[in-house]
């Protein structure tokens, strides 16, 4: 299902940064117009949404149309939600099989992807005026940020997307100008209406390329529904449309010559409850205990996957990171907190469908206990004399590791010898004025190195 409409400047910049609602979750960016502003999709933040929205360049500061408004159109919002059934799938899979509600949501995004592409090609224009005359000219780029959700107003389960494309565009002659939506806009929209079928199109093909059985609800228009979830569920997380539905008949004794696509608009509208900020562990388990009096979870989730082929892929350094620290955490005893420990702990949290074997992870997480050692070492205070010149040495690329603890002295070879005194000469020659760590380096050396004219080796004692 697809939904098309306007954005006021004050629901833009106040309603929904009051609710946080399309701020709260992270998002990214789409369209061909990024390119021209030199943005990536992983650009989207909260300075820069609202700078699109102001019709300005987050960059540079520049204005790409008229100052907007209270009275502006800053966007559009495109809304692509998907069957309820998948919804009802995607909330108990993030708790019970995490590598099948990943590649749900992917599909959805595919599919989400797909339709926008489409509308960026055929459906992004802007009107032209030359000469007193005035011409509609296909643009092909925009600007959108999308915003994945995956609850409705009620909090019932419903993965839906926002895509709220910028009111502007790059014309052929390089200028910018508001968009002409005219055509999406119209109440009751063919084209939208099209679209809309569309999505539902590429994801039913998606699904079924996944291996995910369906039902077809509506072969005319493409509604459908997955196999294995009863209609009992659905019913059950409905809310909204029951809502919508009772809001429709009144609306037919008011107005009998409203067409049924008004009908459902106006009812949309005037049904809609303010949104909720709420606990979203509490709203899934709430809704997995309601969904556990119709069918049993796991049961429907198996027979959902029994057909299903999951993607494998990389994990990136930044989300294994993230996992080591989490498995960190889970291991409360201190002594148990050893690198193989951390390694089967993060074994077990990685997703199914992530392609990394034992020894890389082991490697890693072995690489993430010396880093922290290291700042740890690298907090304590110098509180000796001996203290600052390791910490002198360490900055000259000199292995502090050779200053042993205790009253025993160490040979240095040759090399070493001669890299400790061009480091500390060249420090304390080439400064007008030299730090007070450089001179303690210096007294140190001075006063605990010798030469020996047996060995010729350079001896350090601790002080």
């Known amino acids: 299902m697809l939904s098309v409409k306007k954005l006021s400047m004050g629901q833009a910049s106040t309603y929904y940064?009051?609710?946080n609602y399309y701020t709260k979750t992270v998002g990214e960016l789409y369209g061909k117009g990024l390119e021209n502003l030199g943005l990536k999709k992983e650009d989207l933040s909260h300075k820069t949404f609202?700078?699109?929205?102001?019709?300005?360049?987050?960059?540079?500061?520049?204005?790409?149309?008229?100052?907007?408004?209270?009275?502006?159109?800053?966007?559009?919002?495109?809304?692509?939600?998907?069957?309820?059934?998948?919804?009802?799938?995607?909330?108990?899979?993030?708790?019970?099989?995490?590598?099948?509600?990943?590649?749900?949501?992917?599909?959805?995004?595919?599919?989400?992807?797909?339709?926008?592409?489409?509308?960026?090609?055929?459906?992004?224009?802007?009107?032209?005026?030359?000469?007193?005359?005035?011409?509609?000219?296909?643009?092909?780029?925009?600007?959108?940020?999308?915003?994945?959700?995956?609850?409705?107003r009620e909090?019932?389960?419903?993965?839906?997307?926002?895509?709220?494309?910028?009111?502007?565009?790059?014309?052929?002659?390089?200028?910018?100008?508001?968009?002409?939506?005219?055509?999406?806009?119209?109440?009751?929209?063919?084209?939208?209406?099209?679209?809309?079928?569309?999505?539902?199109?590429?994801?039913?093909?998606?699904?079924?390329?996944?291996?995910?059985?369906?039902?077809?609800?509506?072969?005319?228009e493409n509604f459908f529904e997955l196999k294995e979830v009863k209609k009992e569920v659905i019913d059950e997380f409905s809310?909204?449309?029951?809502?919508?539905?009772?809001?429709?008949?009144?609306?037919?004794?008011k107005y009998p010559n409203m067409s049924e696509t008004q009908l459902y608009q106006t009812a949309t509208t005037n049904s809609r409850n303010a949104k909720k900020d709420v606990d979203r562990d509490k709203v899934r388990e709430d809704n997995l205990k309601a969904m556990s009096k119709y069918v049993n979870i796991e049961d429907m989730l198996s027979k959902v996957k029994q057909n299903v082929k999951i993607p494998t892929?990389?994990?990136?350094?930044?989300?294994?990171?993230?996992?080591?620290?989490?498995?960190?955490?889970?291991?409360?005893?201190?002594?148990?907190?050893t690198v193989d420990n951390v390694t089967d702990k993060v074994i077990t949290l990685l997703p199914d469908n992530v392609n990394v074997d034992i020894e890389t992870v082991r490697e890693v997480v072995k690489i993430s206990k010396e880093l922290q050692k290291f700042k740890k070492e690298e907090l304590k205070p110098l509180r000796t004399?001996?203290?600052?010149?390791?910490?002198?040495?360490?900055?000259?690329?000199?292995?502090?590791?050779?200053l042993h603890k205790g009253n025993r002295l160490k040979k240095l070879n040759k090399t070493q010898k001669e890299e400790i005194r061009e480091n500390v000469n060249s420090r304390t020659k080439s400064r007008a004025k030299t730090s007070d760590a450089d001179k303690v380096t210096k007294r140190y050396f001075t006063k605990y190195a010798r030469d020996s004219k047996e060995t010729r080796g350079v001896y350090f004692r601790d002080s």
């Open 239 to 253: 809310k909204r449309r029951k809502q919508v539905k009772k809001e429709v008949e009144k609306l037919k004794k």
């Open 50 to 152: 609202i700078n699109l929205l102001k019709a300005t360049n987050p960059r540079t500061g520049e204005l790409f149309t008229a100052s907007k408004t209270k009275k502006s159109v800053p966007a559009f919002d495109l809304t692509f939600t998907a069957p309820k059934s998948l919804s009802v799938v995607l909330e108990a899979a993030v708790k019970y099989d995490k590598s099948l509600a990943s590649t749900l949501e992917n599909i959805h995004d595919k599919a989400v992807n797909s339709t926008l592409q489409m509308i960026e090609k055929e459906h992004i224009k802007t009107r032209v005026t030359k000469n007193k005359k005035t011409r509609v000219e296909h643009t092909g780029n925009m600007i959108a940020s999308k915003f994945q959700h995956d609850t409705s």
């Open 155 to 220: 909090l019932d389960p419903l993965i839906h997307t926002h895509c709220v494309v910028m009111n502007f565009t790059k014309g052929n002659d390089g200028k910018y100008r508001t968009l002409d939506m005219s055509s999406l806009l119209k109440p009751g929209s063919p084209i939208v209406k099209n679209l809309g079928k569309y999505y539902r199109q590429v994801l039913k093909q998606e699904l079924q390329k996944a291996g995910v059985e369906i039902r077809v609800t509506d072969q005319k």
């Open 17 to 19: 940064s009051k609710d």
């Open 313 to 337: 892929q990389n994990i990136d350094e930044k989300s294994l990171t993230k996992i080591i620290k989490k498995a960190e955490t889970q291991i409360t005893n201190k002594h148990h907190n």
């Open 385 to 402: 004399m001996h203290d600052v010149a390791k910490s002198q040495l360490k900055k000259t690329r000199f292995n502090a590791s050779v």
